[in-house]
């Protein structure tokens, strides 16, 4: 997962979001925008424009991309607005566009109307990622902020654990 802070923030703000996120089997990334936090600080002040951000970003974006590493939740003021996907970026890819690093992450983003709730059921999950094919789902807390991701393949492992479970279960009773 791709976590991106805003401006002036830096990545430290996700230091308690990482650990549930890597308990729960996925890889995080956060980079600290340069020039942010204690990234290095460019000494040219000419390195100080959105230009510069986005190609940094997209260079980013690009190596999760040729090393088929999972997806990003695009955050703003601490609550999720929309999904990257590897799937998304490899459509966008395979289109007309010649250079990702062109594409605003808007243009390839899936809009997430309808994140999942800490106290969400899976069947709930599962309900929300077909109804909008989406499969990787943001958790927020009560009051909108994001707490977690849960995606296709964290629920297919909890099922292959359930259903093991089960059958050892059932063998032995």
């Known amino acids: 997962m791709l976590l991106l802070h805003g401006e002036p923030s830096w990545s430290y703000l996700y230091r ?26 460019p000494a040219a002040r000419s390195d100080y424009t959105y230009q510069r951000h986005v190609d940094w970003l997209a260079a980013t974006i ?24 590897d ?24 809009l997430c109307a309808d994140p999942l709730g800490e106290d969400d059921t899976v069947g709930t999950a599962l309900r929300k990622m077909c109804a909008h094919r989406q499969w990787h789902l ?15 393949a964290d629920l297919s492992l909890w099922l292959r654990d359930r259903l093991t479970l089960m059958t050892v279960e059932a063998a032995f009773t």
């Open 138 to 152: 943001p958790i927020v807390c009560g009051r909108g902020l994001l707490v977690g991701a849960l995606d296709l």
């Open 62 to 85: 690009d190596a999760m991309r040729r090393r088929r590493r999972g997806s990003a939740i695009v955050v703003r003021n601490h609550r999720p607005i929309g999904l990257v996907s």
């Open 16 to 41: 308690k979001m990482i650990p549930p996120l890597v308990d729960a089997g996925h890889r995080c990334i956060a980079p600290d925008l340069i020039g942010f936090g204690r990234s290095d600080k």
């Open 87 to 110: 799937r998304d970026i490899l459509a966008q890819a395979c289109g007309d566009i010649d250079d990702l690093r062109a594409v605003p992450i808007s243009a390839v983003m899936a």
